[in-house]
């Protein structure tokens, strides 16, 4: 093979695609994560359909479909979970093997290739690669594949594969497949993940294998059915086969030079997540089928559609900087290809459908950082369904929580999950890193305080909200000597610290959350007082004893500062270590979690991601500006931002703090992340839940969002690289357009009922024109 | 198999006898532990030499030949070691394979064993085990083994196996053979340790197999030469064979009702630790060969006389307390079968030759715990071995420290090696649990105090020093906000806290460290002036300007207290734990390691062992007796001793302190770890390393010895519970006796020229008599 062009950027820059130009083999891995496609229910990396002998990482993935691998530590520690839940590689479902006179088409064997090609229509979620190759001299034909994840129809995809015979060709073999056969490249034990159950084929071209996952039992059957034509007119079969965990159809074509051999696979996923075992298999035939029996205009149509009505909400339009328009509708694409919000067992894998890394697909990211993007751009019930995740997995993190030692309902969400149970393990990690519960608390407020949707604080809210505030209750140690409420022995979400005492965030949000949870239950024994008293004795609650348990911590709480200065600390001892800034370290010693042996992140200053000001982005209207301002003086040239979750929220407190330099280059460091894949590592998937920090810094950050007693408000401010940007808002049934240029900012109502916001400190009241 | 007599006691008492009575197969890995052989170049565990087909852990071990494991973490840290050496299963030479009428002599399959006993005869190092058993109805032999590992030849172990014919025997084949097809249990990733070379017999009945290990490339031969007699008359073997990797001799003989068939298998191993390569299958055989012309008398009396010397040194004596004194032989048997100290490449493993678990041979065990044993039970040039032992890794003592970014010479010895490399990894241990510098030093120090060889300064001891000290100087950090010099970031001997700031003994020991090798460093430049200038050349000391450095941190090191008291805080933030003491636990949290999860341990009072009595354990006569009492009194209550290396130090200090009862309650729970099983885990090998404490726990705690000034001082008490104890003391040259009974207390002077000794506060002037 002679790589035609060794393209040594990555990619091309237009404001609704992604681009690839030239063959790269090396770049194969990195192309495979940026091209990935989902529609919220399942999605795969972008895989060759045609066979491919080089170097690739395989990946099809069914949301919600895992497998629960036993944990594997150097040294066992009590607490430990047992196993550590993994995204699962499932079937394969893109193949189509193609032979041209009988020899394999297969990029990493062809004699040359031309023009290769590979373009994400972000607008249309349809990816289409396109080159021309000489699979042996003067034997060259020109492959055209068009694929998509169905939008409209999410347990479908499809794909359209046109081979142009060029020269030469005397016959063309295509066979559409679906293969079981499949494994993780990330496994502990090298176990099998899947049982096979069978394979099935019909006459009418279609084909089916069926799989079921070992332990978990989710059943997976994925179906194809298929049509081939020759410039138009439909060729048949030459019949179906199987092989192993294989199932397909074979065609087998004498087209002449010239003539487009077009091959249909319309694929059915259907999986016992969502319906009964014994029905998943006719399920998936029925779905490809129709497919099928749709074509591929109505069903390209019917997704796009659905596509459209996501941009229509969800777009941000940035003038006068391409690159930033290209990467923010990356993200916003991304987004949405992972969640779509009509499941409660889903949640948003920090790789999405990108890749296999990272076992379990929950952290806090969901709340802390994902939730406020679809909360805006997607009708209330999509974040409400995220809330739903958390409240049907209540009673494993009190579970979580009995495992550590604490009891009488208090509740520990795990640090990483699939099904409710912990799957992280290092200590100070799953053990530590407690403050997770707290965002789970936010979210509750921030879908609230949005949405307006009190009844959520009713049905299920108040519930997650007491046993979260147990526990903090619980944790809070009385220091005898110091006379104070302190919360020893974690670790903040700055993680280059850990098993630290007192860190400011988790005291903060500790307090916070036993108080929002005391305000809850006060507004519900007014409001719902039934309600209120079922739940009290459901839960065992003696409210005004252990309210006034949870005002002692609330009252008495440690909150370490710097004396004589507006300055929270991290942490106890924050002080005693030498005070340096990241501009001091040398590149070379850059990224330091690279660079430094762990200990010596630990004892240095340099900070992750800052938590101190994760607290203040969050909880901004308790304090004031002077000391916002402070604390992001003294924290951020201390922050190395090694964490993907870190610089957006500088980027959003730079805004607010007029410091827009400073936001623009914290902006730069979250909205290109993957598609200029800083730090090598995204032929591994692509960092899907810091995508939203993007969208975060955009309409919160330049765009001053943020919803105050129940009114949206805007402190717009514009970057100077910029001539102009626009978003919307959906709020509370109304859609916001926000446009910020260098003269002026609006704000207009596109539908919905009347409504007052507040743009740069001014009322204005909307109507729809 | 009907087991006869399932005892449910362990094992039986007597002074010099550790003996299992009755057939136990579920005893079977715990007295494979127990009944361990070893000669401190080899050893095994008490495998039976017939087949065994039930459970069983095989294991023989060649001191110093390792396997550097690849390391197994859950999430990779940056500065983990690649490897981690594991202790390696060897050869099997102690396989005698019986067929009795052609049936396999096995008692997982006989029909049933009558009489089995095992028993350890301590003062002779000698195993025997005798059984009756029945192989199948009416066919019944009488079984007697002995078997030891030669410390007069100490690359040669001897086993005299007899079969008495008691009924139906019509033939017996028995077996000799030597069989290098040996896997670890304790393995990362199931690789082959052993590469196989070769497996070779002679005609004169003898055998050998020769292999290598993986990576490390130690060649080991493991050779026998046999020799069996009936009723003492020599029967020839029927020849040699070859199987796979296992070489053996045969005999076949059909004794009479009556006889006695004893087959002499006289072991030779060698490797290439300390010879060449070339050499190792020759001197193998040679030394089999060599034991079978000395013939069994000679060979065991040479070996008894060597133990002679051993325990007439060694032993302790312990009247009115027969379990007392079998335990505390059993752990000075323990530690003499483990090191001999002629060989400065082998160090303490924690399990000697009894088990495989845990990687490495070297722990500071060997430096805070087992020194002061081998220093006053043997010639000096045992210890001695073990300090040339930490020299010779200096080199990697300061790559370990460049690894996680220490320069300038600056050493870190790892927390558990085998060649000088780290191989643990948990970073809270690795990179934290730096203490273990501190008691490379403190061994230089009382290896000089007690044997005045000086001469160790100037050719190792200051080198290691420098690179000691060195590290402390920048592991530092000065605190602008506090005025103080810290060490942050580490774990204590308590490894019940993790990255803790300013833990006393580390801090402590650090700045004795630095003073100590100021000390040195001005004694060389007074008394050996050329040498010192070579070694600031050779390591690029500018003594002044450094020195100076040390002492800032000396004299400005923060060691915290508790405010208005004596007592030294174990570390920052202590006293904002919730106060509790041991005894308010519920026995069934205890220990609290199984039944708590690791993050409550951390920030929980409870201690595994007390690192401020450590402290004061070394550096008492630094401190006032109430400064001593004060902190034994604020621990030792806060203490779970779930360290086995814990009650010693508390034991010694309890009986210093005139706390004679909690004294004796400690030394107790130190004696009999392993013979009563206490933890539950013999059944993996024996806490050698912690055996050392029992030793100080009787010599240091109610000997109360101690050298100041180059004077043996001797301050005693007797347990209530004892009519009397004695142990013996190799001071300089001089074998001191010491009795104490009820009545009085007394120091003999039984070898050596005069010497001054003081004996409860009284000096003595002794003479040999």
């Known amino acids: ?132 190759v000489e699979v042996e001299p003067g034997v060259e034909v020109k492959i055209l594949s068009e694929r998509f ?69 989710f059943k ?56 009964l075992e014994e029905d998943v298999e006719l399920l998936a035939q029925n779905e490809a089928h129709l497919g099928r029996e749709n074509g591929f205009e109505s069903e ?24 930033a328009q290209q990467a923010i509708r990356f993200n916003i694409f991304h987004l949405n290809a992972t969640y779509r919000g009509d499941d409660p067992q889903l949640n948003i894998g920090p790789k999405g459908f990108t890749g296999e890394k990272y076992g379990g697909a929950t952290y806090w990211d969901t709340e802390a950082y994902c939730l406020p993007f679809y909360l805006n751009t997607h009708d209330d019930s999509v974040a409400r369904q995220l809330l739903v995740y958390r409240f049907n997995h209540l009673e494993q993190a009190i579970s979580n929580a009995k495992k550590l030692g604490f009891n009488h309902g208090a509740a520990l969400y795990p640090m990483v999950t699939m099904n409710g149970e912990e799957c992280h393990n290092e200590w100070e990690i799953t053990f530590e890193e407690i403050h997770r519960n707290g965002a789970i608390a936010y979210a509750i407020f921030n879908y609230v305080r949005h ?25 809070a140690t009385f220091s005898e000597s110091r006379k104070k409420w302190m919360i020893l022995g974690v670790t903040g979400p700055n993680e280059y610290e850990n098993n630290v005492n ?52 609330i009252d008495g709480m440690h909150l370490p500062s710097l004396e004589g200065s507006n300055v929270f600390l991290q942490q106890d001892g924050f002080m005693d270590k030498e005070q340096l800034f990241a501009f001091d370290l040398p590149s070379s010693d850059r990224p330091i979690n690279q660079n430094w042996s762990w200990d010596r992140i630990l004892r240095s200053v340099f900070i992750k991601q800052a938590d101190v000001l994760q607290g ?71 960092h899907i839940t810091s995508m939203a920090g993007t969208w975060m810094s955009v309409v919160e950050g330049f765009g001053g969002f943020s919803v105050l007693n129940g009114v949206p408000h805007f402190s717009t401010v514009l970057p100077k690289e910029w001539k102009s940007y626009a978003f919307r808002i959906l709020f509370r049934g109304r859609l916001l357009r926000v446009t910020v240029n260098k003269k002026d900012s609006n704000v207009l109502l596109e539908s919905g009922s009347d409504l007052i916001v507040v743009l740069n400190d001014k009322e204005i009241g909307l109507t729809v024109i």
């Not at 997650?464 to 903090?472: E, K, Q, T």
């Not at 079922?534 to 004893?545: R, Y």
């Open 300 to 323: 390209y149509n019917a997704h796009c559609a659905e596509w459209a009505n996501i941009w229509r909400n969800g777009d941000i339009e940035i003038e006068g900087d391409e690159s």
């Open 149 to 217: 994840c169905n939008m409209a129809s999410p347990n479908r995809a499809l794909i359209r594969y046109s081979i142009e015979s060029v020269s030469g060709v005397k016959r063309i073999q295509i066979s559409p497949a679906v293969d079981a056969d499949v494994n993780n490249e990330d496994t502990n034990w090298d176990e099998k993940f899947w049982q096979f159950n069978r394979a099935s084929v019909t006459e009418d071209d279609s084909a089916c294998v069926v799989n079921t996952t070992e332990k978990t039992a």
């Open 1 to 132: 093979m002679i790589p035609m062009n060794q393209t040594e950027g990555l990619y091309k820059i237009f404001p609704w695609n992604i681009v690839e130009s030239g063959w790269n083999a090396e770049k194969n891995r990195a192309s495979g994560s940026i091209f990935s496609l989902g529609n919220g229910r399942f999605g795969h990396r972008a895989n060759f359909e045609e066979e491919y002998s080089g170097d690739t990482l395989q990946g099809h993935y069914v949301g919600g479909v895992y497998y629960p691998d036993r944990t594997k530590v150097g040294w066992w520690k009590n607490g430990y979970p047992e196993t550590f839940a993994k995204v699962l590689n499932a079937t394969n479902w893109s193949i189509i093997d193609v032979k041209i006179n009988g020899i394999s088409l297969d990029l990493h064997n062809a004699t040359t290739i031309f023009e290769f090609e590979r373009n994400l229509n972000m607008q249309n979620a349809l990816l289409t690669r396109s080159f021309r």
């Open 616 to 686: 203040l982005y969050f909880f901004g209207d308790h304090f004031s500006r002077k000391q916002l301002e402070d604390n992001f003086d003294f924290y951020e040239p201390r922050t190395v931002h090694e964490s993907s979750l870190s610089p957006c929220v500088h980027s959003v407190l730079a805004a607010k703090l007029g410091k827009i330099d400073k936001a623009y280059e914290m902006y730069l460091r979250t909205s290109r992340l993957d598609l200029d894949d800083y730090n090598k590592e995204i032929h591994e998937g692509l």
């Open 502 to 553: 007192n860190n400011w965030y988790t005291n903060y949000i500790a307090c916070w959350c036993m108080n929002y949870a005391i305000e809850v239950a006060e507004w519900l024994s007014e409001n719902h007082s039934n309600v209120f008293d079922t739940k009290c004795v459901a839960w065992d609650l003696d409210s005004k004893v252990e309210f006034k348990e949870w005002k002692k911590r």
């Open 451 to 475: 949405t307006g949707d009190d009844r959520y604080l009713v049905d299920m809210g108040f519930d997650v909200l007491l046993g979260i505030a147990r526990f903090w209750s619980q944790r």
């Open 220 to 275: 997976v059957a994925t179906a194809f059915a298929s049509r081939l034509e020759i410039d138009g007119l439909e060729v048949p079969s030459n019949g179906a086969f199987k092989r192993e965990k294989l199932a397909g159809i074979m065609y087998d074509v004498t087209p002449e030079t010239g003539q487009k051999v077009v091959l249909l696979k319309h694929v059915g996923l259907v999986s016992s997540l969502n319906h």
